[in-house]
């Protein structure tokens, strides 16, 4: 079984930065492609950012790109989101999610095919 515990949110004004953290139980994190995901109230859950089970590439949701970096580190079974220049409508709780398959953490199967979930963070942006 894995278990993914994200941590880092908080409140934040528009233009700030924040950095979430997954830690991840078991002794598998690098056979696991990542994700982050969000869901604001009353929105479906989006994806947001991936990263291979390397670390080695990664795929971003447009509305992101440029200002969110995902990052994994397997040596402390973690895995980053660092968001700067952030925006009201970032606000949201955001998720962590772990696949087996690149395609199951990526859209269009994703959050769908994801394996393994964390039970989110807020991220509160104010204007």
């Known amino acids: 079984q894995v278990q993914l515990v994200e941590s880092g949110g908080g409140l934040v004004q528009a233009g700030g930065s924040l950095r979430l953290s997954c830690a991840v139980s078991?002794?598998?994190?690098?056979?696991?492609?990542m994700g982050w995901f969000r869901q604001a109230p009353g929105n479906e859950r989006e994806f947001v950012a991936a990263?291979?089970?390397?670390?080695?590439?990664?795929y971003y949701a447009d509305s992101v790109k440029g200002r969110f970096t995902i990052s994994k580190d397997n040596t402390k079974n973690t895995v980053y989101l660092q968001m700067n220049t952030l925006k009201p409508e970032d606000t949201a709780v955001y998720y962590c999610?772990?696949?087996?398959?690149?395609?199951?953490?990526?859209?269009?199967?994703?959050?769908?095919?994801?394996?393994?979930w964390g039970q989110g963070t807020q991220v509160t942006v104010s204007s």
């Open positions: 999610a772990a696949s087996q398959t690149w395609e199951g953490i990526v859209p269009p199967k994703a959050p769908g095919g994801s394996d393994y």
């Open positions: 078991g002794r598998t994190f690098s056979r696991y492609a």
């Open positions: 990263i291979t089970r390397s670390g080695g590439s990664t």
